[in-house]
């Protein structure tokens, strides 16, 4: 589980790590992140972005209202999920393996 606060008023057009954890030497970027993607939190957590499945899940809400957000993302074993403001968002079926430790990006 990776939670942060997030306020945004940015439309990024790139991944933007909140809290992660990837291998730091580029694609394909093992390990796990929440951020926010053009106007949505993504999680993604253990495999690869270049993998066929991705293992990144993107929220369907907006966030970037310039107004605080609790995003949370959730590896249970079977599913990815993406809360926003204590609401599911959206969830999925992933194959995700975590193993890396945490850093939190400023």
Do not use: C, M
Not at 17 to 37: D, Q
Request: glycine share 12%; hydrophobic share 35%.
């Amino acid at each position: 589980t990776l939670s942060a606060w997030i306020k945004t008023s940015a439309t990024p057009s790139s991944k933007t790590g909140v809290v992660s954890r990837l291998n730091g030497a580029g694609a394909p970027y093992a390990g796990y992140e929440l951020g926010v993607f053009n106007n949505n939190p993504y999680f993604h957590a253990g495999g690869y972005y270049g993998a066929p499945d991705n293992n990144i899940l993107t929220g369907t809400n907006v966030i970037n209202d310039d107004a605080w957000h609790y995003v949370v993302g959730i590896y249970n074993g079977t599913h990815s999920l993406v809360y926003i403001d204590g609401q599911l968002d959206i969830s999925a079926i992933k194959l995700n393996l975590i193993n890396k430790a945490l850093y939190i990006t400023t």
